[in-house]
């Protein structure tokens, strides 16, 4: 048997040793790549780091251990910084656990930065309906179509872009009528002032069968 | 502080502009400020304002071409800021007002080098060919005469604003001006000839060679090439796009330039619209997958 070169200990080492950017970088590559639960506060305090590079690695592992990072990730939100509240938001929205959707709503319309709205308005998109509790759940959606709706008045394209988009995977799984999203979309296809926008709009129509 | 107050009470009463603490300038108020000399400060947001509001008015167009010719707003350097933010303005709103061409055509013969770099700009935003002759002629002497001014941190022209200007104004006849600076020795000089060759030419190896930049170890560098290969909508560079090591918000801009770019090829040449490209589709996923 031959021991496997990356261990738990040896990458968590690694990052707590880290005396680069580009060290740090791929130390939480490395851990992150494990999905090991016990790299969460590791992996969260990385948020903090002010290095873009190492915070997208960490939240990328943070969306690939999922489930089991959001209660730690929300217990600590009060205690961020914003840079890190940024980034922590960034993997609950690829995360999709409805307990983040109060975040992510008041993110998407309201956060001063557009990276943080437009991740935001994705992941409003994506929330796993079915750990919702059946009898909430319509309401649920409801709360994230009304948001989704607003936001597509967001100054930036981008934001906007990722609101159709979060609309349409919203209305993908929707089981009632889609009507208030299918009017929205068909009039962002033809008068949003950005041709992107534009375009995703009749894409996601078509998608919809509604074009 | 009294007699700041009173000197600022004397201004406000002559009629002379202030800009209210914590009160958004309004128009009315942008009109006055540019029109005014007592406060250059004031006069250089005011020109700013007026481009980034996109005040396209003709009292709006006369006080920025007047703000062209200040003479006295000056940096520690001998430069005139005010024409650089006026430049700039003219840039985006100066469409369809015949004398806005000849005004920053002369400013490209401008001694700061940034009134002329903001010039170059505004004159390709502004989509004007005709300034192809006097861009191309400040590429005069060819690479031996690119070299760095000394003392300061530019080379004698900017080169990088006027490549890129005569990619988009130019055509092939440029080829024999702009192919020796694909080996300058500065990588921004050499993007900017990549990217004006391959607009004159369409030939994809001098795109091929910005889809090379995006692999180069300085953060900076491959931030550039994302945004050359996203204003010349290179297509067969979009997956290289999506994969380079920069923030997902730079490389959402590129790639939709890219489907923009694709959008725009497919009305001119389609004889029937028939829904979304293929390509499109597969530029909107990688979109998609970096939100």
Same mark, same amino acid.
């Given at each position: 048997?031959?021991?496997?070169?990356?261990?738990?200990?040896?990458?968590?080492?690694?990052?707590?040793?880290?005396?680069?950017?580009?060290?740090?970088?791929?130390?939480?590559?490395?851990?992150?790549?494990?999905?090991?639960?016990?790299?969460?506060?590791?992996?969260?305090?990385?948020?903090?780091?002010?290095?873009?590079?190492?915070?997208?690695?960490?939240?990328?592992?943070?969306?690939?251990?999922?489930?089991?990072?959001?209660?730690?990730?929300?217990?600590?939100?009060?205690?961020?910084?914003?840079?890190?509240?940024?980034?922590?938001?960034?993997?609950?929205?690829?995360?999709?656990?409805?307990?983040?959707?109060?975040?992510?709503?008041?993110?998407?319309?309201?956060?001063?930065?557009?990276?943080?709205?437009?991740?935001?308005?994705?992941?409003?998109?994506?929330?796993?309906?079915?750990?919702?509790?059946?009898?909430?759940?319509?309401?649920?959606?409801?709360?994230?179509?009304?948001?989704?709706?607003?936001?597509?008045?967001?100054?930036?394209?981008?934001?906007?872009?990722?609101?159709?988009?979060?609309?349409?995977?919203?209305?993908?799984?929707?089981?009632?009528?889609?009507?208030?999203?299918?009017?929205?979309?068909?009039?962002?296809?033809?008068?949003?002032?950005?041709?992107?926008?534009?375009?995703?709009?009749?894409?996601?129509?078509?998608?919809?069968?509604?074009? | 502080?009294?007699?700041?107050?009173?000197?600022?009470?004397?201004?406000?009463?002559?009629?002379?502009?202030?800009?209210?603490?914590?009160?958004?300038?309004?128009?009315?108020?942008?009109?006055?400020?540019?029109?005014?000399?007592?406060?250059?400060? +004031? %006069?250089?947001? @005011? $020109?700013?304002? !007026? =481009? *980034?509001?996109?005040?396209?008015?003709?009292?709006?167009?006369? #006080? /920025? &071409?007047?703000?062209?010719?200040?003479?006295?707003?000056?940096?520690?350097?001998?430069?005139?800021? +005010? %024409?650089?933010? @006026? $430049?700039?303005? !003219? =840039? *985006?709103?100066?469409?369809?007002?015949?004398?806005?061409?000849? #005004? /920053? &055509?002369?400013?490209?013969?401008?001694?700061?080098?940034?009134?002329?770099?903001?010039?170059?700009?505004?004159?390709?935003?502004?989509?004007?060919?005709?300034?192809?002759?006097?861009?191309?002629?400040?590429?005069?002497?060819?690479?031996?005469?690119?070299?760095?001014?000394?003392?300061?941190?530019?080379?004698?022209?900017?080169?990088?604003?006027?490549?890129?200007?005569?990619?988009?104004?130019?055509?092939?006849?440029?080829?024999?001006?702009?192919?020796?600076?694909?080996?300058?020795?500065?990588?921004?000089?050499?993007?900017?000839?990549?990217?004006?060759?391959?607009?004159?030419?369409?030939?994809?190896?001098?795109?091929?060679?910005?889809?090379?930049?995006?692999?180069?170890?300085?953060?900076?560098?491959?931030?550039?090439?994302?945004?050359?290969?996203?204003?010349?909508?290179?297509?067969?560079?979009?997956?290289?796009?999506?994969?380079?090591?920069?923030?997902?918000?730079?490389?959402?801009?590129?790639?939709?330039?890219?489907?923009?770019?694709?959008?725009?090829?497919?009305?001119?040449?389609?004889?029937?619209?028939?829904?979304?490209?293929?390509?499109?589709?597969?530029?909107?996923?990688?979109?998609?997958?970096?939100?």
């Amino acid at each position: 048997m031959v021991a496997p070169l990356k261990t738990f200990e040896t990458c968590l080492q690694a990052v707590n040793e880290a005396d680069s950017a580009q060290g740090l970088l791929d130390a939480v590559e490395a851990l992150a790549d494990l999905t090991d639960e016990r790299s969460i506060p590791t992996l969260i305090q990385v948020l903090g780091f002010n290095n873009p590079g190492a915070a997208v690695a960490a939240v990328d592992g943070l969306i690939q251990i999922g489930i089991p990072a959001v209660s730690t990730l929300l217990d600590k939100l009060d205690g961020y910084n914003y840079g890190a509240r940024a980034w922590a938001i960034r993997a609950l929205a690829g995360i999709g656990d409805p307990r983040g959707q109060d975040l992510l709503l008041d993110a998407a319309a309201n956060d001063f930065s557009l990276s943080v709205r437009r991740a935001a308005a994705r992941g409003l998109g994506t929330i796993r309906w079915a750990d919702v509790p059946e009898s909430e759940r319509a309401a649920a959606m409801m709360r994230s179509q009304t948001i989704l709706l607003q936001v597509t008045g967001d100054d930036e394209w981008v934001v906007r872009y990722a609101a159709v988009v979060g609309l349409e995977t919203l209305a993908l799984q929707l089981t009632a009528t889609a009507d208030v999203i299918i009017q929205c979309l068909q009039r962002l296809s033809t008068d949003d002032d950005t041709i992107a926008v534009q375009t995703r709009a009749q894409w996601a129509l078509e998608k919809m069968g509604a074009s | 502080m009294p007699l700041g107050f009173v000197v600022f009470g004397l201004l406000v009463v002559s009629g002379v502009p202030h800009n209210p603490d914590g009160q958004p300038l309004t128009l009315d108020q942008a009109l006055v400020n540019i029109n005014q000399t007592t406060d250059p400060g +004031l %006069r250089y947001y @005011a $020109a700013w304002w !007026l =481009g *980034k509001m996109r005040v396209s008015q003709p009292a709006a167009i006369e #006080a /920025l &071409l007047l703000a062209l010719e200040d003479e006295t707003d000056r940096s520690p350097d001998g430069g005139y800021p +005010l %024409r650089r933010n @006026a $430049a700039r303005a !003219l =840039g *985006k709103i100066g469409q369809g007002y015949d004398s806005v061409v000849p #005004a /920053l &055509l002369g400013c490209l013969a401008c001694d700061d080098y940034y009134v002329r770099e903001t010039a170059a700009q505004a004159l390709e935003s502004l989509g004007v060919s005709s300034a192809v002759p006097v861009l191309a002629s400040l590429l005069e002497g060819g690479v031996a005469a690119a070299v760095q001014v000394e003392g300061k941190p530019h080379l004698v022209q900017p080169y990088n604003a006027i490549l890129e200007a005569l990619g988009t104004l130019g055509n092939d006849d440029l080829v024999a001006t702009i192919a020796p600076f694909l080996d300058h020795e500065v990588p921004q000089v050499r993007n900017a000839a990549a990217r004006a060759m391959y607009q004159i030419t369409g030939d994809a190896q001098y795109a091929e060679r910005l889809v090379k930049v995006l692999d180069h170890e300085q953060l900076q560098l491959r931030r550039a090439a994302l945004m050359d290969l996203g204003a010349v909508g290179y297509l067969a560079g979009a997956g290289a796009i999506a994969n380079t090591l920069a923030e997902n918000s730079m490389k959402l801009i590129a790639l939709k330039g890219v489907l923009e770019h694709q959008i725009k090829v497919e009305n001119e040449t389609a004889q029937d619209i028939c829904g979304l490209s293929a390509d499109s589709r597969r530029v909107m996923e990688l979109m998609d997958s970096l939100l």
